[in-house]
């Protein structure tokens, strides 16, 4: 009987000493999780804040060709104007989603404005913003992707067992929103020349 009970005491702790990693491993993995997310929406904000950059110098190029488009520039700026606000003060990341994606609308109707003024369209600087705005545009859709794959994975992983026990424990337990493409933007503009 002595012979067995460092055993059983040595088995003992060998099992809380597995327990307390397991749980502990379990904490940091969705803490890692949440901080990917977070990292990646910051990429995107970065790229975001970028575009955001190009598009005063893109409206003033094109409204030297196009006056009587107000309507549209203002569309463009007060979008603009709301991302920017949402980023500085920390809105909420679905107002942030939405905000990206009234700037992306405007954008689109001031390039689909600009297709109407072919001397615009062979202007050096529109041209220079044009070619900045769609590598900017490639970056941010890079971008949103690896977002996207952050939240699934995080998504997915608070739903499971274990990872809904962990999400909780450290108050994560909410799913993050994904950031799709709106339903206008899928539709590609018509171009007539």
Known sequence: MKNGLPVLIIGIVLIVIIGISWYINGLNRIVRMDESVTQSWAEIENQLQRRNDLIPNL????????????????????????????????????????????????LSRLLAIAENYPQLKSNENFLKLQDELAGTENRIAVSRTRYNRAVQVFNTHIREVFGSFFAKKKNLDRPQPYYEIDESAKDTPKVNF
């Not at 603009?80 to 992306?104: P, T």
């Open 59 to 106: 409206v003033n190029t094109v409204k030297g060709y196009a006056k009587q488009e107000q309507t549209v520039f203002m569309y463009v700026a007060d979008a603009r104007a709301k991302l920017a606000g949402l980023i500085k003060q920390g809105g909420s990341l679905e107002a942030k989603i939405d905000a990206a994606k009234e700037v992306q609308g405007a």
